[in-house]
């Protein structure tokens, strides 16, 4: 009788640690891909990876695994083996030379919320038809027509930085100039007017910052459920529990407004249409068709165009806001730098109330001294997934399936391709010294098929909005100022202050 009743109990204990053996065992067949591959790297923790090493923030940590471990090494998110490169022949070979094998980033394990694939998710032949249609609005000739709508987006910021200056206050520069890139990304991809810093609850504010990982991090709540549960619920239950990178709410929201938009601009004579990215994009599907293989269909769903929207308001609000917020900060630490590109914006622009293309592209030390910045604190990676077994270099094979993440931030500060990488010297990018670099050794926009499709509109609108406030302030450092390089654009307490110039 006793024998009957411990039996059960037994057998469930066996169960129990059959169980813990196997997880056990997936848990070690997983972290065993790299040390098959034969690359180094730092000793992952069960299931977790590491992850935990980002604490002290990723910059800080990809810089410590590169010093010790080389150009070449492996990691795990969690159980995921990713190779880590920072070696320029290399970020060619995946970048440009072997592309087709590496097309594309690794999907995301929970669902975006969005009604069709986003551009930097979608799969090879998609991407390539998508971008051949997009591409054409994102030329550096057609970003310059939308350069009005920056302007006045610009306008209201200055309204803001003498209520700043007036009020004799240190301010978060990135923080500051997120409202304005929230204005230009509303303005020029959305075609609508906010005026987010004088009405923050405008319903259009409220439901991008629904959409804005910015905002809390990237790690919202509901994404970290999403995110353990995506391993035993399936991706569309999910998204009907709600659990998405984009509440629905929102996205309706956004496609209602592009639909109204664009039901309205086929109706308008093309002289009266607003010139801005939704009307370019609206055009190049219509304009350059016939630049895409027969088997392509050669139109945007509505679909798409309010995937694509969103996925340019998310890919370059909060971007655009850490440059300037970075450049604003580098400003305040070298003042010597500034008292140069203070002199350039005067002769170039000589007071004018707008900036327009023709003065930006004289900016030439602004050029410079924007790059050095993207050089030393971007902190941008570019993941990319290997879709068929690829040798890389001699000896080693990325299977498909593992993704490979190239570090430009750790590039940028080589010591081998850059003289005194920690000093900040703009002179490097005079176009005798561009020249001399190895290729593939500066890269902050990613390079081939993928580079980002709208670096031009980006880097107008940083050169316009630094050399309008240059005609009329300073930045100066405060005790909040970073004294760091290299933490990332994605980061907030980026304190500065503000000087009149004629005081």
Known sequence: MMACETYPLSLSWWLLAAFICL?????????????????RGPTPLPFVGNLLTYRKGQNIAFREWRKKYGRVYGIYEGLAPKLVITDPEIVKQVFV??????????????????????????????HKRRRGILSPAFTAGKVKLVVPLVNRCVDFLMENLEKLLVEETTFDAK??????????????AFGVEVNSQKDPQHAFVQNARKVDLSVVGGMKPSLIIAAILSVIVPMDVLEKWGLTVCPADAVSFFHSILETILAMRTEQLPEERRMDLLELMRAAR??????????????????????DAISFFLAGYDTIAGLLGTTAVNLARYPHIQDKLLQEVAAVTREKDDVQREDVQKLEYM????????????????PRLCTQDTEISPGLTVPAGIEVIIDSDSLHIDPEYWPEPETFIPERFTKEECDKREPFTFIPFGQGPRMCIGMHLALMATKITVARILQKYRFVACPGTPKDHGLGFFVHNMWVKLERLDD
């Open 23 to 39: 997880v056990l065992l997936y848990g070690y067949r997983a972290v065993s891909v790299l040390e098959k591959l034969g690359v």
């Open 97 to 126: 030379k072997d592309f087709s094998n590496f097309p594309m980033r690794m999907p995301l394990s929970i669902p975006i919320g969005l009604p069709d694939e986003t551009l930097i998710f979608a799969t090879f032949s998609d």
């Open 175 to 188: 923080r500051v100039f997120s409202y304005l890139t929230l204005d230009v990304m509303a303005s020029t």
């Open 286 to 307: 219509e304009e350059h068709c016939l630049d895409l293989p027969e088997e392509f269909e050669k139109s945007l769903s509505a679909d798409e165009v309010t995937t």
């Open 367 to 382: 050029e410079m001294f924007l790059n050095e910045t993207l050089r030393m604190d971007s902190g941008a990676r570019f």
